[in-house]
C-alpha cells in the first residue's frame, strides 16, 4: 500500500537559519508531489508542486524552494527562515491521473523565532 | 484567491444531529473534493464527486454538487464525537492547471 512519510513533526528555528523538510512516499511510482502551508485556523495554499524528477513549479514568490532529487522524495528547503515562514506545512501526492484525491503526510509544524 | 469558500466557518452540534456546510467557487471544475483534518494533523481524503456527477454516499457522508450553481455540500449524519474535525473542500480546475485549491475550511464540534 500507498504511504507517505514526511519529517520531522515539529521544528523550531531562529530567523536566518536554513531550512529542509523532507517527504517520501512509497508504494507508487512518478506520483505527482506537492507542499501546501497552513497558517493557523485557515485554508491550504499551495508553494510548490512536481509532476517529475527535477521539474518543480512555484506557486507563490517567497523565501522557499523545493527540489526533488528522485521520483518519491520532495524536499522543502529555505537559505534564510523569516518570521513570516512559520506555518503547518504539508506534503501530499497524487497519481497524474486526476481520478484519486490527494494523500497528506503529517505535517511539520515550524515555529521561526 | 481562493477557489472554494466554506459555509459556515464554525458549527457546533449534538452528537446524533447532523451537520451540513457548503462549499461555493468561482470557476468551472473537473471534481471537487472534500477533506477532513483532526487538530494538529494532515488531511483525509473523503469524498471526490466528479463534475458530472450530482450526488455522492460514502457510509454517514453525503456529497451533493451543483455545477450551475457552483455549489456543493457536505453531510454528516448521525454525527459522533469523533466527526469533530475541520473540514475542506478542494476543487481541481482546469483553470487552476488541474491543481487543488482549498477553501478555509468549516470547523465542527460534536457534543457529546
Known amino acids: 500500500s500507498q504511504t507517505i512519510h514526511q519529517w520531522p513533526a515539529t521544528l523550531v528555528q531562529p530567523v536566518g537559519s536554513p531550512l529542509s523538510l523532507e517527504c517520501t512516499v512509497e508504494?507508487?511510482?512518478?506520483?505527482?508531489l506537492y507542499w501546501y502551508r497552513q497558517a493557523a485556523g485557515r485554508g491550504l495554499q499551495l508553494l510548490f508542486y512536481?509532476?517529475?524528477?527535477?521539474?518543480i513549479s512555484s506557486e507563490v514568490p517567497q523565501n522557499l524552494s523545493a527540489s526533488r532529487p528522485q521520483d518519491r522524495q520532495f524536499i522543502l528547503s529555505s537559505k534564510k527562515l523569516l518570521l513570516s515562514d512559520s506555518g503547518f506545512y504539508l506534503c501530499a501526492w497524487t497519481t497524474g491521473t486526476g481520478h484519486y484525491g490527494y494523500t497528506f503526510g503529517s505535517g511539520t509544524r515550524l515555529t521561526v523565532v | 484567491s481562493q477557489q472554494g469558500e466554506e459555509d459556515p466557518q464554525a458549527l457546533s452540534i449534538q452528537e446524533g444531529e447532523n451537520a451540513t456546510m457548503n462549499c461555493s467557487y468561482k470557476t468551472s471544475i473537473n471534481n471537487l473534493q472534500w477533506y477532513r483534518q483532526n487538530s494538529g494533523r494532515g488531511l483525509v481524503h473523503l469524498i471526490l464527486i466528479r463534475s458530472n456527477e450530482r450526488e455522492k454516499h460514502s457510509g454517514r457522508l453525503r456529497v451533493t454538487l451543483d455545477t450551475s450553481k457552483k455549489s456543493s455540500s457536505l453531510l454528516i449524519t448521525a454525527s459522533r464525537a469523533a466527526d469533530t474535525a475541520s473540514y475542506f473542500c478542494a476543487t481541481d480546475a482546469r483553470a487552476a492547471g488541474n491543481k487543488l485549491t482549498f477553501g478555509g475550511g468549516t470547523r465542527v464540534l460534536v457534543k457529546p
Open positions: 508504494g507508487t511510482s512518478n506520483p505527482n
Open positions: 512536481s509532476v517529475g524528477i527535477g521539474q
